[in-house]
C-alpha cells in the first residue's frame, strides 16, 4: 500500500520556508522590470542624466563648492540615491496595484507562501531594480564626472536599504490604494517631496532651524546622506547615524507592509 505522509496541525508540507515559491515570485519580480529594461533602467538614467547636465549649466558655473566640493559632484549622489528610491517604489507598488485592478490578485495571495514569503518576495525584487540603477548611474557617474566612490561598501548598504525601505512603504501604498489615482497622489505628494525635500540638492546646514529639524525626521534624509558620504565622503551628519536610521526605518516599513498582507487589507475584500 503506498505511504501516506502526515503534518502536525499548523505546519506546512513545504517546510518552515517555502523556498522554492519564494524564489519563483522574486524571479517574477524581477523580470517585471528585467524584460522591459528601455522602460525601468533606460529611462532612470536618462532622467538622472538630464537633471545633472540641466543644474550643471544653469546652476554650475555661478555656484561655488559645497562642502568643499564643486557643486556638480555633490548632487550627483543625491541624484542617485533619489533615482534609486523612486524606481524601488514604483516597483511594487505598481507590481501589485495592477494585480488588483486587473483581478489577478488571487495569483499572488492563493499559492503556499505566507505574509512574510510574499512581502520578501515583493521587496527583493524593488531592491533589485533600485540596485541595477544605482550601479548604472555610478558607471555614468564614473565616465562622465570621473567620480568613484570614496566607499563603495557603505555605498552599496545605503542604496540596498533605500531599495528596501522604498519597496516595502510601495506596497503599504498599493495596499490602500483602490485606482491608479490615488497611487499617483501617493507618488506626487509624498514620495516626490521626500525625495527632492531632503537634500539632494543642497545640504541641509544651510536650511532655516525649523526646516533643518523637519528634514532631520526624515528617514529619506539619511539615506540621500548616507550614499553622499559613501561616493564623495562628505556627508551632514555621521554616516553610522544615518545607517541606524535608515535600517530602523526599513525594519518598520517591512513589518508594517508584513502586517497588512497577514490581515489581509484591502486584498481579500
Not at 483581478?103 to 512581502?119: H, K
Not at 524593488?126 to 548604472?136: D, I, K, S, W, Y
Not at 568613484?148 to 528596501?164: E, N
Request: proline share 5%; with cysteine; charged share 10%.
Amino acid at each position: 500500500m503506498p505511504q501516506t505522509l502526515s503534518y502536525e496541525p499548523g505546519t506546512r508540507r513545504f517546510g518552515r520556508v517555502n523556498w522554492l515559491g519564494f524564489a519563483t515570485l522574486c524571479k517574477r519580480e524581477i523580470l517585471r522590470f528585467t524584460n522591459v529594461w528601455t522602460q525601468t533602467l533606460l529611462a532612470p538614467l536618462v532622467t538622472a542624466g538630464l537633471f545633472l547636465m540641466i543644474f550643471t549649466i544653469a546652476i554650475g558655473p555661478q555656484r561655488g563648492d559645497v562642502m568643499g566640493v564643486a557643486f556638480t559632484t555633490f548632487i550627483a549622489p543625491g541624484i542617485l540615491m533619489m533615482t534609486v528610491i523612486q524606481n524601488a517604489f514604483a516597483n511594487t507598488s505598481s507590481s501589485l496595484m495592477i494585480s488588483k485592478v486587473q483581478g489577478n490578485i488571487v495569483d499572488t495571495l492563493m499559492p503556499p507562501l505566507s505574509a512574510a514569503e510574499v512581502v520578501l518576495g515583493f521587496v527583493v525584487g524593488g531592491t533589485a531594480r533600485g540596485t541595477c540603477v544605482a550601479l548604472a548611474l555610478l558607471a555614468m557617474f564614473w565616465g562622465v564626472l570621473g567620480i568613484v566612490p570614496a566607499a563603495p561598501l557603505v555605498t552599496l548598504a545605503f542604496v540596498i536599504l533605500g531599495s528596501a525601505f522604498m519597496a516595502a512603504l510601495g506596497l503599504i501604498a498599493a495596499i490602500y490604494s483602490q485606482k491608479f489615482d490615488q497611487m499617483a497622489a501617493i507618488t506626487n505628494f509624498i514620495i516626490t517631496p521626500l525625495a527632492f525635500l531632503s537634500g539632494t540638492f543642497y545640504s541641509v546646514e544651510a536650511l532655516p532651524r525649523g526646516l533643518y529639524q523637519v528634514t532631520h525626521a526624515n528617514p529619506v534624509f539619511y539615506l540621500i546622506d548616507g550614499a553622499r558620504w559613501g561616493v564623495i565622503g562628505v556627508s551632514d551628519t555621521h554616516p553610522a547615524t544615518g545607517f541606524a536610521v535608515a535600517l530602523g526605518a526599513t525594519m518598520a516599513a517591512i513589518l508594517a507592509a508584513w502586517w497588512l498582507f497577514r490581515r489581509g487589507t484591502r486584498l481579500k475584500s
